[in-house]
């Protein structure tokens, strides 16, 4: 169903920076010890909302040690050549990916799609509508905010987000600090873009169920983003994992960023209640916020496999360097 991945390339195998047999002891098959692992499946770049470029990103990623890393955009792919390209050079494994908005509920949910045969299938129309609903959505967020007293939101958001990449809530966060309205971004969200605001526009996105279908009907994984991160009720973020996985999700972020160890063990028993499989990343933006890339709370002993185990990523815990997916350099464009 999906392509052969290219497990090293001749300048990936070149700049190896680790022997094998040390990866292997960072991707175990189970979860069996207090331990940190240098892989991060959850990373933004300037291809959405994040401050480094999908090069920069990657060199920092192989800076601090990352063997393993995903490149999970808001709802595009963008970047995933550009990081490709780094990943060899840097000898780290790269997995293609992206971060879906979805709903479910009413509420607006994450799904990060976990791409190994890179951008195919569904995917490709999937991100399509994605991007049309992103830019439909923008102009709503702005006559929203224009009525509230950010006159020009769009062309301010615009600025602020450079290129002409599909605005999100941030560029208008920070449209709405340089105009004075709210004197920092904390302020934007918690008054205007935060959920529930009037700046909070989601109807635009697909439901959850829907996106996950895209996801695994073209070769990859889908993994439920941050589920600590939405403010459910146990039983109702019980309720949201089910339909994920009806839906043919597979994982679930079991340590996002940084998490308190008691509500990790608890969220590890409902992963393990209905066989999912579990993911970690750091969800990492700009440099100077808490989440660098790879620091993550540790992942607790449980018996939810890790997500690399999963056979469509199984070849990920082999892999000695260079990246997944993509095709080989002399075949870019
Ligand atoms: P969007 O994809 O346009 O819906 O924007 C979502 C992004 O906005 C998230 O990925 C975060 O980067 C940021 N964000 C959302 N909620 C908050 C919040 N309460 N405080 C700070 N940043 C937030
Ligand atoms: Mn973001
Ligand atoms: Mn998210
Ligand atoms: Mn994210």
């Given at each position: 169903m999906f392509n052969t991945p290219i497990l090293n390339s001749p300048h990936g195998v070149m700049l190896m920076p680790l022997l094998p047999n040390a990866l292997a002891s960072v991707l175990p098959t189970a979860f069996d010890a207090d331990q940190r692992y240098s892989v991060d499946l959850h990373m933004h770049s300037t291809a959405s909302d994040g401050a480094l470029s999908p090069t920069d990103l990657v060199t920092l990623c192989a800076g601090r040690g990352l063997t393993h890393m995903a490149l999970t955009d808001h709802d595009t792919m963008e970047g995933v050549e550009e990081a490709s390209r780094a990943a060899q050079q840097a000898g780290l494994c790269l997995v293609p990916g992206c971060e879906l908005s979805t709903r479910w509920q009413g509420i607006n949910i994450h799904v990060v799609a976990l791409m190994p045969g890179g951008l195919q299938g569904p995917m490709i129309e999937g991100l399509e509508q994605q991007r049309e609903a992103r830019i439909k959505r923008a102009e709503v967020i702005a006559e929203r905010l224009e009525k509230m007293g950010l006159p020009n939101a769009l062309e301010k958001a615009r600025a602020q987000a450079g290129g002409d990449r599909p605005l999100g809530r941030p560029d208008f966060a920070r449209a709405l600090v340089a105009e004075g309205v709210v004197a920092d971004w904390a302020g934007a969200f918690k008054r205007y873009?935060?959920?529930?605001?009037?700046?909070?526009?989601?109807?635009h996105w697909p439901e959850i169920s829907e996106a996950v279908g895209w996801v695994v009907a073209s070769g990859g994984v889908a993994v439920l983003a941050h589920p600590l991160r939405y403010g459910l009720t146990r039983r109702k973020r019980g309720l949201l994992m089910d339909t994920f996985m009806e839906a043919g999700g597979q994982g679930v972020?079991?340590?996002?960023?940084?998490?308190?160890p008691d509500a990790t063990r608890d969220l590890a028993r409902q992963l393990v209640e209905r066989e999912l499989y579990a993911s970690l990343g750091s969800d990492f933006h700009f440099p100077g916020s808490h989440a660098a890339p790879g620091s993550m709370s540790p992942v607790p002993r449980t018996a939810a496999p890790p997500i690399w185990q999963h056979p469509r990523l199984a070849h990920l815990r082999d892999a000695p360097s260079g990246m997944l997916g993509a095709k080989p350099l002399n075949q870019l464009s």
């Open positions: 873009l935060g959920s529930g605001k009037k700046g909070d526009v989601k109807a972020e079991l340590v996002s960023g940084q998490q308190n």
